[in-house]
């Protein structure tokens, strides 16, 4: 029985979190101060903000963390971090946050690749899940269906052209006058509206048939709002917000199916903050019931950016010899594949 235990420290966003997991499947404590209501103000992350707020928060975050497992630096076994992608000046702080404390403790420095760490939620939600298997990564800023061949090996089958199906939901939000980050909005919008009365475009996109493409969908509804208010017509947008839902579960759908069937894989994850959106949840778990595939996806308390995440895939790396040295940086654009 090893009994491991990983402190994770994410920053890469708008979220400070850091989580205690022990042996990447069971959450001891899990920490997360969110800003969003500060971005709000301004219709997005604005990334000095992001660095700033960073930076006051991530002691008193990683210190509830330790405090709520009720265990001391002493206790862990290495020091786990998102180090790329994401906001540069947000990842540094939890990067220098990490190499202090892992110098003070004398513990590994392990990092983490962001959407490894959001593919690994599914870890902590299915304690019997294992690679490989075929995840669709679906968040603010990726959209990606990748092979997981290993705990630690992905190859990336198909991505966005253009925007990322969070930054679709937001922006379509916003033309309806959602605050940010308005998924959530027009989820819980969706709820009460009928999707036949608009019918959006289902892009076709040349090359990769993997590839998604969501900036089409966007324009074509804003274009729809901004016609319909200069006839001085009012859009029913329960109705707007579910066709919008529909088409975006839709269309991550259709190519993650394609590439399961291509693939060979019967095993189908979702993970990333778009996971929590309840018409995606529901068209691709039907599509892999339908096809026989097992299908995971992470707890709701999951699916937003957290610290228990950077730790399992932390323990990972960890056991896969995967460390870091004190020269470790913050990487603003990373590939999954190149790590
Ligand atoms: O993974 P995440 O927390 O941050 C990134 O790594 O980007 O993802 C945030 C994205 C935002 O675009 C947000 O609007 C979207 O996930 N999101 C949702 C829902 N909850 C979060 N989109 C649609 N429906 C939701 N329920
Ligand atoms: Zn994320």
Sequence with gaps: ??????LGIESSCDETAASVVRDGRSIVSSVVSTQIEEHKKYGGVVPEIASRRHCENILGVVRKALDDAEITLNDLDAVAVTYAPGLIGALLVGVSFAKGLAMASGKPLVPVHHIAGHIATNYLTFPEL???????????????IIEVLSYTQFRVVGRTRDDAAGECFDKCARAMGFPYPGGVHIDRAAQTGDPSEFKLPHPTVAGNE????????????INLIHNSQQ?????NFNNLAASVQNTIAELL???TMRAAEALGYRRVALAGGVSANTGVRAELSAACERRGYDFF???????GDNGAMIACQ????????????????AVATLSLEDL
């Design 1 to 6: 029985m090893s009994d491991m235990l990983i």
């Design 130 to 144: 294992e690679p490989p298997y075929l995840c669709l990564v679906a968040s603010g800023g990726h959209s990606h």
């Design 210 to 221: 993997f590839d998604f493409s969501f900036s089409g969908l966007k324009t074509s509804v």
């Design 231 to 235: 006839k001085g017509v009012e859009l």
């Design 253 to 255: 759908t259709e190519k």
């Design 297 to 303: 996806m992470p707890d709701k308390s999951l699916c």
């Design 314 to 329: 932390g323990y990972y790396n960890f056991i896969n010899g995967i460390t870091a040295d004190e020269s470790l940086n």
